[in-house]
């Protein structure tokens, strides 16, 4: 007989997704990748990402939104009327997580101030997320992730010595706080087995583009030093750079001496290690364009991934710089299975790799309203309120929309 697998981590936790565009549904769907029953609780308007196209998926749904929000159930409440928050109510009273990304104040304006979740609600885990807090000197402001960049320090150090500061290229602020929201949920609910009680994990982006600034924070907060933009290069080691090779670029690091002297033997310098501009990190790093300048001149007819291929042999990290197709197709992305094709959709797994009970990817993409009558008549809504609510408009309830009906 076949013993059936064993459950996901999170299955029988029920999560309320009240947020929109990144972080939230991120952390939401994470959650959701790992067994929880998440409920996405769109506005009447929806969230703004559906919009976010080409490319769409589906005539009201971009690949941005879909690749945030697949195996959530979806309903739509009119969350600013009365009639809306007593829906809210009713579901919460048997909520295990609530993630939401309101202005601050939103939850208060509608009766629900930290204080009263917490009395009314005292196992719920709140998850806030917000741009910059709920108080302090910009509490309260919006905060979207390229704005987070600039504020928050990382612009200054991404770019050539050169030239402008510039964004990182992927909203690496929101994902990684949506992370960070899921790894705050967890601890959540691990203490809540201990004590009974719910908290507020309270999650901004100020928070996250703060905590990326390593190293440059420790350089700055060790010695007062600003720290300059180094374009790929590294500012405590050397070589550790894009280098142009025959056919592209190739990134080389190098963290230790042994790497070095393994780097100039695969280039045939051999002299390079015994020079005394060469022979430490600090040597190399205080010597960095001269070293640069000589390593470029023996990589330059080199195909990337020959040398890349050759580096790796001897121990020395390199890699060809690839772009996001042949990222999303090399070897060993596809042998992880971080890339998953069901039907029509395709999307990246969940980065969160468990061995007994890994992440069941459900790649189905709910349209707006879809559940509204299914979730209502679970939580006690007969039919003809829920045919009154439409009525009024306080929800919507759709056909299913799906990009993978299988």
């Not at 941005?64 to 809210?88: M, T």
């Not at 202005?103 to 917490?118: H, I, N």
């Not at 600039?150 to 500061?165: F, H, I, K, T």
Request: glycine residues 10%; hydrophobic residues 40%; proline residues 8%.
């Amino acid at each position: 007989m076949t013993t059936p697998p064993p459950a996901p981590a999170l299955a029988g936790l029920k999560v309320l997704d009240l947020s929109r565009v990144l972080a939230g549904p991120y952390c939401a769907q994470m959650l959701a990748d790992h067994g929880a029953d998440v409920i996405k609780v769109e506005p009447p308007a929806g969230d703004e990402t559906r919009g976010w196209g080409p490319p769409f998926v589906a005539p009201d749904t971009s690949a941005y939104y879909q690749n945030l929000n697949r195996a959530k159930r979806n309903i739509v409440v009119d969350l600013s009327v009365p009639e809306g928050r007593d829906i809210l109510d009713t579901l919460l009273r048997d909520t295990d997580v609530l993630v939401e990304n309101f202005k601050a104040g939103t939850l208060a304006k509608w009766g629900y101030p930290d204080e009263e979740l917490r009395r009314r609600f005292p196992a719920l885990i709140h998850c806030r997320v917000t741009g910059f807090g709920t108080d302090g000197p910009l509490g309260g402001q919006p905060g979207y992730d390229a704005v987070l960049q600039a504020y928050g320090g990382l612009m200054s150090v991404n770019g050539e010595p050169d030239g402008p500061p510039l964004r990182v290229g992927v909203p690496v602020v929101d994902q990684v706080t949506g992370i960070l929201a899921f790894s705050g949920i967890l601890l959540a609910l691990h203490e809540r087995h201990r004590s009974g009680l719910g908290q507020l994990v309270d999650c901004t982006l100020l928070d996250t583009a703060i905590s990326l600034l390593h190293p440059h924070s420790a350089s700055w907060l060790a010695n007062g030093t600003v720290p300059r933009r180094t374009g790929s290069a590294h500012p405590t080691i050397a070589p550790y750079d894009a280098f142009t090779a025959a056919d592209g670029p190739v990134f080389i690091a190098v963290g230790n001496d042994r790497q070095f002297g393994a780097l100039t033997d695969v280039l045939n310098m051999p002299g390079l290690a015994d020079d005394p501009r060469f022979r430490t990190n600090q040597d190399r790093v205080r010597h960095q364009g001269a070293l640069c300048a000589a390593l470029e001149s023996a990589i330059a007819d080199v195909p990337r991934a020959e040398l890349a291929a050759r580096l790796t042999a001897r121990g020395v990290p390199a890699s060809p710089v690839h772009d996001v197709a042949e990222a999303l197709t090399a070897p060993q992305v596809r042998h992880r299975g971080l890339v998953v094709e069901s039907g029509d959709y395709r999307g990246l797994a969940s980065p969160v790799s468990l061995s007994r009970t890994p992440a069941r990817v459900r790649p189905e993409v709910r349209g707006a309203g879809a559940d509204t009558r299914e979730v209502l008549g679970a939580a006690g809504y007969d039919g003809d309120a829920i045919a009154q609510a439409v009525a009024d408009g306080v929800v919507r309830a759709e056909t299913p929309l799906s990009c993978d009906d299988a």
